[in-house]
C-alpha cells in the first residue's frame, strides 16, 4: 500500500508561480510512475504531468507544457509540480495519484490517490 499527501495549493494571481508536492509512504518503492491530475468545477478530470519512478521520464500535458515541471527527490519519495505563469484555467483541484502499472500514463489504472490540494488563479 501508498499512502500520498498532497501540499502547496492556494490562492495566487495570473502570472504567479506555485509548487506542488506530492510525499509518498507505506511502499513507493514498489511505484512505476506519480502522476499529476486535476479537475476544475463542472469539467472532467484532466491529465497534467507524470513522471517514472526509475528513471524520471516525464510527460507534460500540452496545455502546461513550457509553464509547468515535474520533477522528485527520490531521498525523500517526494514528487513537485513546479507552476509558473499560471492562469485562471488553471484553477482547479489538484491530485496527485501513482501506480504499479506500467503503461500509458495517460490511460492506465491508478491504484493510489491523494486527497487534492485546490489552485485559485485569480484574473
Known amino acids: 500500500q501508498v499512502q500520498l499527501v498532497e501540499s502547496g495549493g492556494g490562492a495566487v494571481q495570473a502570472g504567479d508561480s506555485l509548487r506542488l508536492s506530492c510525499a509518498a509512504s507505506?511502499?513507493?518503492?514498489?511505484?512505476?510512475?506519480t502522476t499529476w491530475f486535476r479537475q476544475a468545477p463542472r469539467k472532467e478530470r484532466e491529465f497534467v504531468a507524470a513522471?517514472?519512478?526509475?528513471?524520471?521520464?516525464?510527460v507534460h500535458a500540452d496545455s502546461v507544457k513550457g509553464r509547468f515541471s515535474i520533477s522528485r527527490d527520490s531521498t525523500k519519495n517526494v514528487v513537485y509540480l513546479q507552476m509558473n505563469s499560471l492562469k485562471p484555467e488553471d484553477t482547479a483541484v489538484y491530485y496527485c495519484?501513482?501506480?504499479?502499472?506500467?503503461?500509458?500514463?495517460?490511460?492506465?489504472?491508478?491504484?493510489?490517490w491523494g486527497q487534492g490540494t485546490q489552485v485559485t488563479v485569480g484574473s
Open positions: 513522471i517514472t519512478r526509475a528513471f524520471g521520464s516525464t
Open positions: 495519484a501513482a501506480s504499479d502499472t506500467r503503461g500509458r500514463v495517460t490511460t492506465i489504472k491508478y491504484d493510489y
Open positions: 507505506g511502499r513507493p518503492s514498489s511505484l512505476y510512475v
